[in-house]
Structures are given as structure tokens and as C-alpha cells.
């Protein structure tokens, strides 16, 4: 069987590989289907609901905020072309980690106990479910108390700070590095 303990490094390991893991969960679970759904409905009407969003692109300016000057002039177009193009490279990625990781687990033999299986052979066919994130990564000990405040709204929540995105830049990058820093275990 091979579990955590099992590797060089163990906290290292589980650090990185966990965080990892999370960031392409919650990924796949939330943030891609949003964006899809901000570029389906428009920036306007999804930041309304989204303020995380504003911490990353440019808001879109209402008729009063066209009138004082608007804000945001610094921040991406989260319509340009390459913003659009970071965010199916971003996604591509984290579908393919994942179906990794499903095959890693669905080895013949060997018994590996890492992950949880069901979470991740949900994920190869983005049908995660946003509540089990926190049981995603095995041997994680925590009280209930924290693992009802692991969740996916919590992670949205923490997007909104704005020391995220001053530390790791704006746009699609700036954003998945901002939630790679806030899936950490």
C-alpha cells in the first residue's frame, strides 16, 4: 500500500501534491463552470454576484462609473484573447492532472492511498462535487470545525482579499495562482 508515509519528504510531499490537487478540484469544480458562465451571460451581470472577480479583471463600468473615470483601467479584459486562451490552457491542465492522478489510483496491484479515488474519478469527467474537498486529500487530519470551513465558497471568499491579487498578479494567471495560494492545506 502506498500512503504518504511511503514517500520521501512525507509533509513536503503531501504539501505539494494536496495543494496541488485541491487547486485543480476546486478549479474544475467552481472556477472554470464560472468563468464559462461569466462569458456566457456577461462580465456585468456576473461580477454583481462574483467579487472575487473584480480583484482579477477589469469590472465592467456601469453608466455612473463611465461617467466618474470607471476604475479597474489596470486590470485584464477578461474577454481578450489571451485571457480566454489562459483559461482553457488552466483548465486542460487540471482535467489532465486529474485523470492522472484517477489512473495513478486505478493501479492493477498496488493499493494507493493518497487520494480519495471516488473524488478524483469524478474529476476525470468534471463531475466533482464542491463539498468533498475536504476529504479529497487522505490522511489529512482535521477537526470538524476547520473541515466544515474547508470548503469551496470559504476558497471564494478568501479570493476577494485584494493582497491576493496585488502578491500574484491579475488576470486568468493571477487568479490561479491567487487559488493555488488558498487551497493550501
Not at 150 to 161: A, F, G, V
Request: glycine residues 8%; proline residues 5%; negative net charge.
Amino acid at each position: 500500500m502506498l500512503t504518504w508515509y511511503a514517500l520521501p519528504d512525507t509533509n513536503i510531499a503531501k504539501a505539494r501534491l494536496g495543494n496541488a490537487t485541491r487547486f485543480a478540484y476546486v478549479w474544475l469544480a467552481n472556477i472554470a463552470p464560472d468563468l464559462n458562465h461569466a462569458k456566457a451571460i456577461g462580465v456585468g451581470r456576473f461580477q454583481a454576484n462574483a467579487p472575487w472577480f473584480k480583484k482579477f479583471f477589469k469590472p465592467a463600468a456601469s453608466a455612473l462609473g463611465r461617467m466618474m473615470g470607471g476604475g479597474g483601467e489596470e486590470l485584464p479584459d477578461f474577454n481578450d484573447p489571451q485571457e480566454q486562451g489562459a483559461l482553457s490552457v488552466i483548465t486542460d491542465w487540471c482535467l489532465d492532472y486529474m485523470r492522472w492522478l484517477s489512473d495513478i489510483h486505478q493501479c492493477g496491484d498496488e493499493v494507493i492511498a493518497l487520494f480519495d479515488p471516488s473524488c478524483l474519478s469524478r474529476a476525470k469527467g468534471v463531475e466533482v462535487i464542491p463539498d468533498e474537498l475536504s476529504r479529497l486529500v487522505r490522511g489529512v487530519e482535521t477537526d470538524l470545525s476547520k473541515q466544515e470551513g474547508d470548503s469551496i465558497p470559504e476558497i471564494k471568499r478568501r479570493l476577494d482579499d485584494s493582497s491576493l491579487a496585488a502578491k500574484h498578479g491579475k488576470g486568468m494567471v493571477g487568479l490561479a495562482r491567487a487559488l493555488y495560494a488558498t487551497c493550501s492545506l
